[in-house]
């Protein structure tokens, strides 16, 4: 049912993008795009998605995929750096249909996502945690 219903372009702000790494929790590549418009929670809802809401994501949906999730830049090019928390995406977003033990739904199937505005993940320095003669 849902192959029939076109995409719809929606903008936000990307979080916990693990684009290149598969999550561990989930198993699988994804990321949640965050920060919604009423209309992008309209639209994804006419589609049957749901989007959820939390403090400093606002509405958001999160798109898991089995594989490695391409971002390209607003000329096209491939982006390669890691995304951090707060770039601004814009995504097609189209629906699809799942079951999973006597469960179904729908959900979010990425097939587009342009970073407009790059806020490179850069991974903290863990060295100085290791250090046992500062902890509580």
């Known amino acids: ?21 598969v999550n561990t929790m989930s198993g699988n590549y994804q990321l949640d795009i965050g920060e919604l418009s009423e209309a992008a929670v309209k639209a994804l809802e006419e589609m049957g998605i749901t989007a959820l809401h939390k403090e400093q994501q606002g509405f958001y949906i999160t798109c898991k995929s089995q ?40 959900s979010a199937s990425l097939k587009k996502l ?3 505005e790059l806020v490179r993940y850069e991974a903290g320095d863990d060295a100085d945690v290791a250090d046992d003669e500062e902890a509580l």
């Open 1 to 21: 049912m849902s192959e029939a219903i076109k995409p719809v372009k929606i903008k936000g702000t990307a979080f916990w993008a693990c684009l290149d790494k």
């Open 67 to 106: 594989y490695t999730i391409f971002a390209v830049d607003p000329d096209g090019d491939r982006i390669t750096d890691k995304v951090g928390n707060g770039s601004k995406v814009i995504a097609l977003i189209g629906p699809y249909d799942w079951k999973f033990k006597n469960k179904k739904g729908v």
């Open 114 to 116: 342009v970073i407009t």
